[in-house]
């Protein structure tokens, strides 16, 4: 299937649909999108105006075929008027030191046009010059048609050009030139239709590159903003995942505390049994220490004073143990010996005046392990 791509875009593309061997009659007509569809079963070609189509001739360097396709865009762009990013380059083979042609079309053009097939529903196709639809001229000679209001011409299997009569003075000439031609290479004047049904003999081994969006301007202008929507999708993602991590890991370092401040309260206050308001309950409890209210000093601190000192000359003896509850403060200690822990019982009692008595006294190994309860049950 052959579809022909007007200079115009507000005409619309023409197609010519036959059978390889010619057995079948061609169809031939305005593409609508069920011949597009029914020719999505053959080879599908695709033929754009010659005349924005540019034909340039490089030489290229020698090297292999990676150096050579980094090499080819700076020395088109040697030629060109306009920005190499903004154009699409395609190539016969490469040939190290020899010369190429290359075909230069604009990106937005091959783009408009690709979008136009692909509204047809056609998004797999070659694409070439339309001169590319006239015989390939014998040496030194050129082969030329008059189609309409345009000219094409093809020098060899890879140049031609097209000329419209609004862009060149020597259009004239040229069909008058055309109008009393002799020579063999002038065809007859042909419409679109006869010249997609001609069958050249000889096709290019390359055409003229698509650009890879080429879709539907529907399905296009969706590709503009899906990336930025997923991306925008992925970054809520990230940020949520982070938030819920930062979150999980605040209640974990929470929890951690709470148990901290738990563990450490009940190891400060043990006569305390049931932690409902940490702050408010070790304040009560040091409250009760320092004496509560009153203008009196707590009996801890009266009696804490002396037991301390008395310690600090007395380096055999040490405090295992200490609870104060109902005003009164229980003290496990350890000495050498049983006669140390009485002597300090009669020295707590002279100097604080309460009655302090021995609980209980028990050998731990080499030391003696006593108990004592100073002070009188409030």
Not at 111 to 137: H, K, M, N, R
């Amino acid at each position: 299937m052959k579809i022909l791509l007007p200079p115009e875009s507000q005409q619309p593309p023409l197609y010519c649909h036959a059978a390889d061997d010619g057995s079948e009659k061609s169809h031939c007509g305005v593409l609508q999108k069920e011949q597009a569809i029914a020719g999505k079963k053959s080879r599908i070609m695709v033929f754009v105006p010659s005349e924005f189509v540019l034909t340039l001739e490089v030489k290229l360097p020698s090297g292999n075929r990676r150096e050579l396709l980094k090499a080819l865009p700076y020395l088109v762009e040697e030629q060109l008027a306009d920005d190499l990013h903004s154009v699409i380059i395609s190539h016969e083979k490469l040939r190290p030191g020899q010369k190429i042609v290359c075909w230069v079309v604009s990106q937005s053009l091959m783009q408009q046009w690709a979008e136009q097939l692909a509204e047809l529903g056609i998004s797999t196709y070659q694409c070439f010059p339309d001169f590319c639809l006239l015989p390939v001229p014998e040496a030194a000679q050129s082969v030329e048609l008059l189609l309409g209001q345009r000219l094409l011409q093809r020098s060899g299997i890879y140049r031609g050009y097209a000329i419209h009569a609004d862009s060149a003075a020597a259009f004239t000439a040229l069909k008058e030139q055309q109008s009393e031609h002799k020579a063999g290479n002038r065809l007859e004047w042909a419409d679109a239709q006869e010249l997609l049904q001609q069958q050249p003999a000889v096709w290019p081994d390359f055409s003229l590159r698509i650009p890879p969006s080429a879709q539907s301007k529907a399905a296009h202008s969706g590709a503009r903003w899906w990336p930025a929507v997923a991306v925008l999708l992925l970054a809520i993602l990230l940020y949520t995942a982070s938030e819920l991590w930062a979150i999980h890991a605040l209640n974990a370092r929470q929890q951690q505390t709470e148990a901290q401040i738990e563990s450490l309260f009940f190891s400060t206050f043990p006569h305390i049994k049931r932690l409902q308001d940490a702050e408010f309950q070790a304040t009560q409890a040091l409250r009760q220490l320092q004496g509560g209210s009153s203008n009196k000093p707590s009996l801890f601190f009266s009696v804490f004073y002396p037991l301390a000192d008395f310690l600090r000359q007395h380096r055999d003896m040490r405090i295992s143990s200490l609870q104060f509850r109902n005003a009164q403060l229980r003290v496990q200690v350890e000495a050498a010996n049983l006669a140390s822990i009485e002597a300090l019982q009669k020295a707590i009692s002279k100097q604080t005046g309460q009655p302090v008595k021995l609980l209980s006294a028990s050998r731990k190994g080499k030391a003696m392990s006593g108990r004592l309860l100073i002070g009188e049950a409030s």
